[in-house]
């Protein structure tokens, strides 16, 4: 929101608060002193705001940098290729054969 408009509404709530004010009370004093009130209270909601932004922003770095840690800890691990799946289920193949060879032999 650009500073311009951000100021106009801000009068306008000020004046609003200080026509409110003044019907509803006739009384020039508890109208400023309700206004005052108004703008302090827009303020802390203003600084209540800005400390919750820095809050979730900050929030938010801290799980990026776990997640960019997570990354790169995490292995590699590549698939084994066919040939290789091949020749070790061929010597295991083999193995067998050996092993039940051998046990028929006296």
Known sequence: MPFRIF??????V???TVLTAYFASHSIGTAIVTTLAC??????????SVLFLIWR??????????????????EVVSEPDLDEVTNESANLL?????????????
Do not use: N, T, W
């Open 14 to 16: 000020l004046c609003s």
């Open 94 to 106: 083999q193995r067998d054969q050996i092993l039940a060879i051998s046990l028929l032999l006296p």
């Open 39 to 48: 703008s302090l209270l827009l303020q802390l909601a203003y600084f209540a």
């Open 57 to 74: 922003s900050g929030r938010v770095s801290r799980a990026g940098q776990r997640a960019e840690h997570f990354d790169s800890c995490k």
């Open 7 to 12: 100021c106009r509404v801000l009068g306008m």
